[in-house]
């Protein structure tokens, strides 16, 4: 069993900063990719930022220059640094991890999401 927590949600005004953690923790043999999404009431969930096993990062464009994501092999963990913080960046935001379990499973996991509000 395999479960993700994150933190670091909250308000902030607009252009501060906040550092979203996700933590996974159960049977973890490895960690593939590690993701960023956030999705609006009514909306589709987007990519916000994504880190290979091997540390290549990608970012939406929305995102690119204020957005640093990084990750902790060891921790199993992955952040996601937030600087210059616009009020359309307020939503929910989830970490999806790839995980295998043992030798012959990989799934996907997603965190249970994390508020984000910044006000103008």
């Known amino acids: 069993q395999v479960q993700l927590v994150e933190s670091g949600g909250g308000l902030v005004q607009a252009g501060g900063s906040l550092r979203l953690s996700c933590a996974a923790s159960g049977t973890i043999v490895s960690i593939n990719g590690m993701n960023w999404y956030r999705q609006a009431p009514g909306k589709q969930r987007e990519l916000v930022a994504g880190i290979s096993s091997g540390g290549t990062t990608n970012y939406a464009d929305f995102v690119k220059g204020r957005f640093t994501i990084s990750r902790d092999n060891a921790k199993y963990t992955v952040y996601l640094q937030m600087n210059s913080l616009k009020p359309e960046d307020t939503t929910v935001y989830y970490c999806?991890?790839?995980?295998?379990?043992?030798?012959?499973?990989?799934?996907?996991?997603w965190g249970q999401g994390t508020q984000v509000t910044v006000s103008s």
């Open positions: 999806k991890m790839v995980i295998r379990s043992s030798r012959y499973t990989i799934d996907a996991y």
